[in-house]
């Protein structure tokens, strides 16, 4: 008997094996995602992609956006810092003249976009232009990141 319980004992988990089941597939599983996206607003305005598909020119916020990477490496680079007037101003003008010629029509550009940017909000939040500047500047002083240089409120620059 004792030799038929261990016989027994030694077969059972021999008799709960199953086959192999194969669960892959004969081809890769293949996902197809469409996406859709509407945008409405509500305040009557015509939305910004519209507007410049009108005009052909894009916004001074469209324009600051497309040149945020740029803006971002001058900054980076130390040749560019953001004043207390919430404008850019160049610290060390390169070597090179066809580079310096860049970062200036750069720069003025991107003084050009927020100048009339900041007239444009601070007439929607009614507030005098003096103010949204002041605002706008501490701001971005307090959004730069470190090492980029920055203007005091007493006109001294420092790198942050």
């Known amino acids: 008997m004792k030799k038929w319980s261990l016989l027994l004992a030694a077969a059972w988990p021999l008799a709960s094996c199953a086959p192999t089941v194969n669960i892959g597939t004969p081809e890769p599983v293949k996902i197809d995602v469409n996406m859709r996206a509407d945008?409405?607003?509500?305040?009557?305005?015509?939305?910004?992609?519209?507007?410049?598909?009108?005009?052909?020119?894009?916004?001074?916020?469209?324009a600051r956006y497309n040149r945020r990477a740029e803006i971002q490496d001058l900054k980076n680079n130390r040749?560019?810092?953001e004043g207390n007037d919430a404008m850019?101003?160049?610290?060390?003008?390169?070597?090179?003249?066809k580079y310096a010629e860049y970062v200036k029509q750069t720069v003025?550009?991107?003084?050009?976009?927020?100048?009339?940017?900041?007239?444009?909000?601070?007439?929607?939040?009614?507030?005098?232009?003096?103010?949204?500047?002041?605002?706008?500047?501490?701001?971005?002083?307090?959004?730069?990141?470190p090492g980029e240089w920055i203007q005091e409120s007493d006109g001294t620059w420092k790198k942050r």
């Open 108 to 145: 003025a550009a991107e003084n050009a976009d927020r100048s009339a940017e900041f007239k444009t909000k601070a007439e929607e939040l009614k507030k005098p232009l003096d103010i949204y500047i002041k605002d706008t500047a501490n701001t971005y002083t307090r959004a730069a990141f």
């Open 79 to 81: 040749i560019i810092g």
């Open 39 to 62: 945008i409405y607003t509500h305040d009557g305005k015509e939305p910004q992609a519209a507007a410049t598909a009108n005009s052909g020119k894009p916004t001074p916020a469209q």
């Open 88 to 97: 850019l101003s160049i610290r060390e003008l390169p070597a090179d003249e």
